[in-house]
């Protein structure tokens, strides 16, 4: 009997095998999937619904159970210990050997409220996104499998470091960014792959590149949330690149007008720059009568670059709200990108005017570093 025909039952965090029925996917299922997509990511309900109608469903599946994996990791009434079982018992949901029921009633009823509303309603709806999971095609759950196994797993390893004195340096950051990111870049190239021969003729440059688009996008968000995370004991900044400064990223502290921290901002700032430009080399690569593949790309790309140029401008900010890019911004970025989704030359124009006040750095921003990672 197939291993997807069992059911997998954890008892003091060891699995049992048992059989189980998976349930097809059903309407209300689809109807939930779209619905909760709204509650727990306004960034991805505006982008996803960009994508041909033929990889819609599938990446707001996958970003769901990203975003499960997340809340694990995230909810800091979770123990340690809690944290790794729970992680290791997602993967095995979405790989079918877990029945998602069991999953959802175990974590439901321990979640906190640091885990917003809309993640209570999705960890309890696990089952319904499950059952979308295992109806894709083969190539489709292995690229998802795949990505939540590898990020599970490290984010779990990087719990157990969390603290207030920073990663150790800039390889260990880039390693953190591969499993929160990196990976789920590499996840929608095998989509994007598997949706088009095209796209595939380029899959490997595509999948190293896809590493550091996601790491850009990373490094934006950890550089913007940098005192939320403190708030709750993490820092996921680079010991070393702030070290060479003389300064100590425990002794941080929020209002401090510091030279030293200010200066390996920037460094990060032209670091994660460096990122942002092979992201958008990733998407000059996509065929450009696939614009809405661009969009989707285009649309998280110059997000980014507006939130680099507001942290630049204020690299003395004490609150992520400090640096959020407005409305009228989202609202341009949509515009230009749009204007300009199929014609390379004037993209990599745009690019270089929104970006030409931040920061370069003499380091060079690896491709695919960590990329080799298998499960």
């Known amino acids: ?47 996803i619904p960009q994508l041909p109608p033929a990889l819609r ?13 997340d809340t694990i990791e995230d909810d800091n009434a979770l123990s340690s210990e809690q944290t790794r079982q729970f992680s290791d018992m997602f993967i095995e949901v979405v790989a079918g050997n877990i029945a998602a029921e069991k999953f959802a009633e175990e974590l439901f009823i321990l979640l906190s409220e640091h885990t917003i509303p809309a ?43 969390e603290s207030l004195e920073g990663l ?34 380029n899959k ?40 060479k400064d003389g300064f100590n990223l425990k002794d941080l502290q929020p209002g401090q007008a510091d030279e030293r921290f200010q200066n390996g901002l920037g460094v990060l700032i032209g670091v994660a720059k460096g990122h942002l430009r092979n992201a958008l080399a990733y998407t000059c690569m996509i065929p450009p009568h696939e614009t809405g593949i661009r969009r989707f790309c285009l649309w998280a790309l110059g997000m980014a670059v507006l939130t680099l140029n507001k942290l630049n401008k204020h690299r003395d900010f004490t609150a992520g709200t400090q640096v959020k890019i407005t409305r009228r911004s989202v609202k341009a970025t949509i515009l230009a990108t749009n204007l300009l989704a199929s014609h390379n030359r004037a993209l990599n124009m745009l690019f270089a005017i929104s970006a030409r006040n931040l920061p370069e750095t003499g380091i060079r921003e690896k491709l695919g570093s960590t990329s080799c990672n298998t499960v």
């Open 204 to 243: 490997a440059t595509l999948m190293k590149l896809a590493v550091s688009f996601g790491q850009g996008l990373q490094m934006t968000n950890i550089l913007k949330d940098i005192w939320e995370d403190r708030k709750r004991g993490a820092c996921w900044l680079p010991q070393d690149i702030f070290l």
């Open 1 to 47: 009997m197939p291993l997807s025909a069992f059911h997998v039952v954890t008892c003091k965090f060891r699995f049992a095998i048992m059989p189980v029925m998976t349930t097809p996917a059903s309407n209300q299922d689809e109807q939930y999937q779209e619905h909760i997509l709204q509650g727990v990511s306004r960034t991805f309900a505006l982008t």
């Open 119 to 161: 993640e209570h309603d999705l960890i309890n709806n696990t089952p319904a996104v499950i059952r979308i999971t295992h109806s894709f095609n083969s190539n489709q759950r292995k690229a998802l499998e795949r990505c939540v196994h590898i990020m599970a797993k490290g984010m779990a390893d990087y719990q157990d470091a």
């Open 168 to 201: 150790k340096d800039l390889p260990a950051m880039d390693e953190y960014c591969y499993y929160v990111a990196g990976v789920v870049g590499e996840m929608l190239t095998e989509l994007f792959c598997d949706y088009s021969g095209e796209i595939n003729r």
């Open 57 to 69: 469903r599938v990446i707001s599946n996958a970003y769901l159970l990203c975003r499960i994996a």
